[in-house]
């Protein structure tokens, strides 16, 4: 099994400490060690070879994060076109007998007996011609993510992000997994099935790797391939889906208010305060009266959020970049 | 007359734009300028002369922002021992005759029709020998300062900082004003009243005062004067005090919130935030769920404050300093 790290985070849920040049997967925040280096870590034990897709300016940024000694192939995007896509060009990349771990290189996740157990289980679905796609047991009612609607391995439904009141039903029924964004397939048969349901990504994706020179596509082939996720465009439309629940430690530190949970604050002085999120290395932060807040400094760029609020943030980038 | 420019503040209630480096009435804040250039400005107008008394690291900062061709003599104070004792030291550096306008370097003081008023008033006062204290109609209820209770020019009583109901009852009544730390009369009348009232600041000072080289007092001499305020060692205790009511604009800003009305916030990015003040040149701020808050960077220091709670600012600097 070779594992496939899609790199492909854009970096404005955690402005200031991500941004469009150094996004969050590349931080090196959790004991001076970032999710990309914690992701190849955690699945070196069960895989022999990674293959990372990345955008074009971030491979001197990976390289340097990586031991010269492994043996990582890397695909350069020029520009991002979605997860269908990026998974397909890596397909084509590998034999097609070759059974891929897909993983985010940006969540965080425990490498314990749980994690090993549902690899396992996937790789053994996967052998068998499966689409295999991880479900995170739900530990409260979350609205920000998809939901999957399973009875053992199989899968009844993918669902949309819920309101609070579905989210609640979800939760109480047992039957309701998050959506991880990990699979675990054989590359042929993600290729067969894009080919069925998604046909001119397929199509697309394999003349842009095709066209492709030591891994970096080409900007008009890449514009040529369709926007999509691989739920969208596979998972949800074909039938050799299974899912294999994982009960372990996950945190997709899609926002601060996540990072809360995991980050230790930096040094700081608070007065009549409490339960705040502070991360600003190098810096001197006085708190008075505030609570329940989140405040990031890095370089010249400063955030105070709302705990709670933190899916807004991209909404600064968005004016910072003009939109 | 002239104007005795009192320079003193510590700049512990302004961090991070306010140190002890470099306090505030040397920030130019105020459209470029600083409250000491502005205080200077203001008084132009009605005094013939200025005598700057300030700590002696601080010389260099106020020279650079005076105009060479200005008649300003400066005193400097290795240590700070209050106003008593600083005024007590102008006052031994000009005739006793001399009439002196004694101004805090750190508020903002609307130079207006009333202002010249209350000038003229009180310079006609200190004339027929009397010690004048300016007495600012309160405009609501403040805890934070102290009060005059007055029946015209007559000064019954001073008042110690009120509780919230005795504030609102001082309001109500209309015969009490705000201590405002400017006075006007003639040295050798205040040297008098010192000498009379606290002989052994007025002793100390005067050999202080003649110890000195070219407006710096010898360390040793300074630490030998007992600290006091003017309003203590002789305004309390004084039978010749008259006060002079000023309806003028004023704002001692001993605080971010007093600041909060005053100063302009940098442009920063507020998403379903409100009521902030953001101090923060040079960088650029995002503010997410933020609702009457002070966010203050400077440098490699950042604040964060509850609007209400400024008055605590000054214990971070306590912790800072290790105290």
């Known amino acids: ?27 090196p925040i959790f004991n001076k060690k970032s999710l ?19 955008g074009q300016k971030h491979l001197n940024l990976a390289k340097k994060q990586v031991d010269a000694s492994e043996q990582i192939d890397f695909i350069q995007e020029p520009i991002g076109r979605n997860t269908a896509p990026a998974i397909a060009l890596a397909c084509f990349a590998v034999d097609e007998e070759e059974i891929l771990l897909v993983s985010p290189s940006d969540h965080l996740i425990g490498a314990d007996k749980y994690y090993r157990k549902s690899l396992f289980e996937a790789e053994d679905l996967a052998e068998k011609g499966y689409l ?9 009612a ?7 609607y399973a009875k053992g391995e199989d899968v ?9 009141k579905t989210a609640k039903s979800y939760l109480d029924s047992g039957n309701y997994l998050w959506n991880s964004g990990m699979f675990c397939f054989k590359a042929g048969v ?4 894009l080919k069925k349901y998604a046909p001119k990504i397929y199509e697309m ?10 891994g970096l596509i080409d900007m008009d082939d890449m514009l040529n391939i369709p926007k999509d996720s691989i739920d969208y465009a596979v998972m949800e439309k074909s039938d050799k889906v299974k899912v294999v629940p994982f009960v372990g430690k996950w945190n997709d530190l899609g926002s601060f208010d996540s990072l809360f949970e995991v980050v230790d604050s930096t040094q700081s002085i608070q007065i009549d305060s409490n339960n705040n999120l502070v991360i600003a290395e190098g810096k001197t932060v006085g708190l008075v009266g505030v609570k329940d807040s989140i405040v990031v400094a890095q370089g010249n760029n400063l955030l105070v959020c709302k705990k709670g609020e933190s899916q807004r943030v991209k909404e600064i980038c968005d004016k910072l970049a003009g939109k």
Chains 1, 2 share one sequence.
């Open 132 to 140: 295999v796609t991880f479900g995170i047991l739900p530990t409260y």
């Open 205 to 214: 994706a394999k003349i842009a790797y095709d066209n492709s020179t030591n």
């Open 36 to 54: 990309f280096q914690l992701t190849l870590e955690r699945n070196l034990p069960f895989c022999d070879g990674f293959l990372v897709i990345l």
């Open 142 to 148: 979350e609205t920000g993510y998809g939901y999957i």
């Open 1 to 27: 099994m070779k594992n496939l790290v899609i790199c492909g985070g854009s970096g404005t849920r955690l402005w200031p400490i991500s941004t469009p040049e150094h996004p969050k997967q590349f931080l």
């Open 190 to 193: 993600y290729l067969a099935e």
């Open 156 to 164: 009844l439904a993918f669902c949309e992000k819920p309101d609070l």
